[in-house]
């Protein structure tokens, strides 16, 4: 029996043009004989995908790190099947401010293979800029009454298509006398537009989406008859995998029409960020160990206190909506890692924390070279 991680890194265009490993493919018993609740989501009508696939993979979860994960997977020969109990307005991924913009501590095993998943991540999305979902670029600043280096970001510098310091006439937009900003270049992923679009691209390709809850690992052969079973349950691992080191975190945001809004700031030690989007993002909040999904008057309010503080022309706006949200935070960082649970292969890729949008590509292509290398070598073990 194999356990634990087994990680090779490859660069993504290595990790694209990699031959399938050929893992005899699964026979998928009908769902219709599953004890528990579930109903069908979506199901390909595509037979000519049927016949390509080298292996079969369950991914659990829905949302912007399942659908990716599930994603890659197929483009690796993979049969997917996708189960969850929420989908995307229901998820964290949905109403997340979504910028391409990883904290300096943001950790995915190492380091140097934080910057891979980082480098990974962003030439995925820079793909999509040409397609239809919701991917676009962005620019604005950082800004601090401290230090320059409190402003710069060294995952985003020398990957980031723009990326210097702010100009005087840029700190000046902004109430508070700045004294140091750091401009750059991003991506905006708005979830609304990619999460649709992911599923709607899963089922094309010959995937099946299931609404169910899987309370043990066991649950998915309910199914199917599955090589392998990617857990992107994101907050929902601390239960499913009884991981004490994940810890959901609660934030709260606006969503405001400001159409003159046309670059995004974060403002260091006021734990403030405007967004635009399709309606401007204003945030924003952190509570520890909160699962909680009502906004809170009082945090609302703090957060429009300072934020019109920033940017005192957000007052005219009319607001939309209010959103709160989960971040699948885990101390010790992202879990990419190979594991089996009661004789079923299970590739992890849970706990971005506030990061999970930027990083679910990286990621993604992480576990689904790590469940590669776990069936080949499974395979050569038999
Ligand atoms: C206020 C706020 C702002 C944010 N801003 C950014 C940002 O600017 N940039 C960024 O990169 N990230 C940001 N994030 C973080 C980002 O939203 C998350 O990291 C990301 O959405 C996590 O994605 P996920 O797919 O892991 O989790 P989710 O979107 O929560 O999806 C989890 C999926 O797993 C399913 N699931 C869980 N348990 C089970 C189970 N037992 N059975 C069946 N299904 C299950 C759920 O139904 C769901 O489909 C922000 C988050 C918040 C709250």
Redesign the pocket.
């Known amino acids: 029996m194999t356990s634990g991680s087994h990680f090779k890194w490859a660069s993504y265009q290595q990790f694209a043009s990699k031959r399938s490993v050929v893992i005899p493919r699964a026979v998928v018993s009908p769902p219709s004989r599953a004890p528990c609740s579930f109903s069908v989501v979506s199901k390909s009508t595509n037979s000519s995908c049927w016949n390509m696939h080298s292996w079969s993979a369950c991914v659990?979860?829905?949302?912007?790190?399942?659908l990716t994960t599930a994603l890659l997977a197929q483009e690796r020969g993979a049969e997917v099947t996708l189960?969850?109990?929420?989908?995307k307005t229901e998820?964290?991924?949905d109403g997340?401010?979504?910028?391409f913009?990883p904290s300096n501590s943001f950790n995915v095993i190492t380091p140097e293979n934080t910057k891979e998943v980082i480098a990974v991540s962003y030439r995925y999305y820079e793909k999509l800029l040409k397609e239809d979902a919701g991917v676009k670029l962005i620019s604005g600043c950082n800004l601090s009454n401290e230090s320059l280096a409190s402003t710069r970001n060294s995952l985003l510098e020398g990957l980031v298509p723009e990326y210097r310091d702010a100009t005087e006439m840029e700190l000046k937009q902004y109430q508070g006398d700045w004294k140091f900003g750091t401009y750059y270049t991003t991506f905006l992923v708005e979830n609304r537009f990619y999460l649709p679009w992911a599923e709607k691209k899963l089922i094309a390709q010959g995937g099946t989406i299931i609404r169910?809850?899987?309370?043990d690992f066991s649950d998915v052969k309910n199914f199917g008859d599955f090589d392998l079973v990617f857990n992107?349950?994101?907050?929902?691992a601390k239960?499913?995998c009884n991981d004490l080191a994940v810890e959901p975190i609660?934030?709260?945001?606006y969503r405001v029409d400001a159409p003159w809004c046309d670059k995004f700031v974060y403002a260091n030690g006021m734990d403030t960020y405007v967004i635009p989007g399709y309606l401007a993002t204003v945030?924003?909040s952190r509570h520890s160990e909160s699962y909680r999904t009502k906004p809170c008057p009082h945090d609302g309010a703090a957060i429009w206190s300072r934020a019109t503080a920033l940017m005192p022309q957000l007052q005219t706006s009319q607001i939309r909506e209010q959103w709160v949200?989960?971040?699948?935070y885990r101390s010790g960082g992202a879990r990419v890692q190979a594991e089996v649970i009661n004789g079923i292969k299970v590739v992890h890729n849970?706990g971005?924390?506030?990061?999970?949008?930027?990083?679910a590509p990286g990621c993604a292509a992480q576990a689904v070279q790590i469940a590669e290398d776990f069936l080949s070598l499974t395979k050569s073990e038999l």
């Open positions: 659990i979860g829905g949302g912007v790190v399942g189960v969850a109990d929420k989908f998820t964290t991924s997340a401010a979504a910028i913009r169910s809850t899987i309370n992107c349950s994101g907050y929902g239960k499913l609660s934030g709260q945001l945030g924003g949200g989960v971040r699948p849970y971005h924390g506030g990061h999970g949008v930027t990083s």
